[in-house]
């Protein structure tokens, strides 16, 4: 699967796991449906962060703003995600803020499909795509997806988005 369309799967998945969640019932099953949705997104940002974005900006001389801003919206996302963590036991409270991670999210899906999906794919090859979604899956599969790979992709989100416009 070439990069752009494990990315867009992911999109796909994340959006659909929102969408249980808004509809599952409060207790266990909603717990649970949070904490795949949880694991979804920091694995997906991790991938996007740490090899997507990086290969998007060293194979175009486009403007870096938009990846820039993907790297912002992730460290916001990230704020979300632990509020919402924060508030699991109370329920008003949690469906206030799954709410607003669910309009983040959107909003930051909308922009990755208008602007750096298609750089990507007008900079990278079919072959460079392919090896990329490759080099993602097996990162997104064996990658922990816990505080500790939330708080390193923190540590280095200014530099990544600094160096996305330089």
């Known amino acids: 699967m070439n990069a752009v ?3 867009e799967s992911q999109h796909k998945e994340a959006l659909a796991l929102m969408k249980k969640l808004a509809e599952s019932e409060p ?3 909603r717990k649970q449906a949070f904490r795949k949705l949880h694991a979804a997104l920091i694995g997906h940002m991790a991938i996007e962060e740490e090899i997507f974005y990086p290969a998007v900006i060293a194979s175009t001389k486009k403007d870096g703003e938009p990846i820039a801003e993907g790297y912002e919206e992730h460290v916001v996302a990230r704020v979300a995600l632990e509020r919402c963590v924060r508030s699991l036991n109370h329920e008003r409270l949690f ?3 799954v709410g607003v991670l669910k309009e983040l999210i959107e909003h930051h899906i909308k922009e990755e499909r208008s602007a750096i999906l298609p750089m990507a794919r007008k900079a990278l090859s079919k072959d460079e795509l392919n090896d990329l979604g490759a080099l993602m ?5 064996e990658g922990e ?3 500790e790979l939330r708080a390193d992709l923190d540590r280095k989100s200014t ?3 600094q160096r996305a416009l330089s």
Not at 137 to 141: C, D, E, R, T
Request: proline share 0%.
């Open 137 to 141: 899956k097996a990162h997104f599969n």
């Open 27 to 29: 207790g266990t099953e």
């Open 95 to 97: 469906q206030v803020r």
């Open 145 to 147: 997806t816990g505080t």
């Open 159 to 161: 530099g990544r988005a």
């Open 5 to 7: 369309d494990l990315l």
